[in-house]
């Protein structure tokens, strides 16, 4: 009964929401999050002592998080797209009452909302009490939304990314090897090297300097865990 860019969506919404929250995908993925991103967190609050060890463990999760979190919204990102164009499922069901605006928005809405829940909503609510104690109650709930919402902003952009490159390609090593170049780009300091010298303009656009700023060591979001007020805001508009 649906009519314009809407047709089909309701359908594949379900469909997508099942294959999340239906099946092992979605508990996976909390479980991952939680051990990368908590697990790391946890390990430098125990073993660094100092004045600083508070912030180095912060930093080592943000280190950890624009390292992995993209790599997972890229992989589910672009075998959502790429697995049904292989198998043929994606020629099937454009072929029935099924917009294609309706086709990528079922793609990207539930792959959102399960990654948020994996990488951003869940390991929040743990590093927000593992903190609490270690930190004498300066991690404040809404310093720690504020963190994970730049983890959040982070990777939406790559998992919009790699949908967007899994439109265009018919293979998975251009899709992957585009996304997580650009990704790995500012965490990684081999590649953000010839970034800084001859393009560092680029830091005021992409999503790097949210979680890792190499040059100051504070990116956007040790200024919000801290409670500080932000530099600039920037990257978070270029990346939205």
Known sequence: RTRGWRMGLSSMLSKELASWWRTRRGWVQCLVGLVLLNGILEVDLRGNSGPNAIDNAVMAFLVTA????????????QDSILGEKHSGTAAWVLSKPLRRPAYLLAKLIPNGLGLFVAWAALPGVVAYFQLLKPMNGHA????????????????????????MLATFFTSRGPVLGISLALAWAGPMPFISAPIQKYAPWLYEVMPW????????????????????????????????
Do not use: E
Not at 71 to 77: D, I, K, P, T
Not at 147 to 161: A, H, I, K, Q
């Open 209 to 240: 300097k949210m979680l890792i700023d190499f040059n100051t060591n504070q990116p956007l979001s040790m200024y919000l865990a801290n409670g500080q007020p932000l530099p600039t805001v920037t990257p978070i508009i270029a990346t939205a």
């Open 66 to 77: 624009a390292l992995c979190v993209p790599m997972a919204a890229v992989s589910l990102a």
């Open 140 to 163: 404040t709930p809404l310093r720690v939304a504020g963190v994970m919402g730049l983890d959040y902003l982070n990777l939406l952009f790559f998992l919009t990314l790699a949908l």
